[in-house]
T-cell receptor, first 113, second 113 residues
């Protein structure tokens, strides 16, 4: 099993450009999450999806949209990138029931100029 | 919402010494407290977790303690080794529910050989 995979690993955008970060998991997990990691601030939740077809806002959703394409895939879209969105983005997934462990992908390092 | 504070931000110890990282949380409803280790260029990986019905949990050289009254929990690493060098994050969440994690700001642990 590959676990949680993310593409791309690195991306540089200009202000105003758009892009989609891709995330996929092969563990048959129901819940998926997008976090951003900034220096000195830990990881903050952007959006999450409790199951296929449902999404909800997290702590810092402004400027982002998400799509739970199917059970495996959860994408994060920046419609008009801003320098404040320069960050490392992590996708995570969690199993069913009382399983609490979240498994994280390797991250996407995004720079917006 | 929940707020998790983590101290210290950096910690340097000699190989073989013990390391202690402390976190406090604000929401008394939080009942699940995981610790993650993040190595350079990788996503966070769960190393140990504890639920609020337990005061202490050990796994080989790693232990976590929880004081619900004071709303703080700590990670203890004994007999530290150079491979323990990484950034460690504490987190809190409420079970059941969406189980998204609120993270502390991280501690960079450096184990000197």
């Amino acid at each position: 099993n590959a676990g949680v995979t993310q593409t791309p690993k690195f991306q540089v955008l200009k202000t105003g450009q758009s892009m989609t970060l891709q995330c996929a998991q092969d563990m048959n997990h129901n819940s998926m999450y997008w976090y951003r990691q900034d220096p000195g601030m830990g990881l903050r939740l952007i959006y999450y999806s409790a199951s296929e077809g449902t999404t909800d806002k997290g702590e810092v959703p402004n400027g982002y949209n998400v799509s739970r394409l199917n059970k495996r895939e959860f994408s994060l879209r920046l419609e008009s990138a801003a320098p404040s969105q320069t960050s490392v983005y992590f996708c995570a997934s969690r199993g069913q029931g009382n399983v609490d462990t979240q498994y994280f992908g390797p991250g996407t390092r995004l720079t917006v100029l | 919402g929940e707020n998790v504070e983590q101290h210290p931000s950096t910690l340097s110890v000699q190989e073989g010494d013990s390391a202690v990282i402390k976190c406090t949380y604000s929401d008394s409803a939080s009942n699940y407290f995981p610790w993650y280790k993040q190595e350079l260029g990788k996503g966070p990986q769960l190393i140990i977790d504890i639920r609020s019905n337990v005061g202490e949990k050990k796994d080989q050289r790693i232990a976590v303690t929880l004081n619900k009254t004071a709303k703080h929990f700590s990670l203890h690493i004994t007999e530290t080794q150079p491979e323990d060098s990484a950034v460690y994050f504490c987190a809190a969440s409420i079970l059941p529910g969406r189980r998204a994690l609120t993270f502390g700001s991280g501690t960079r642990l450096q184990v000197q050989p």
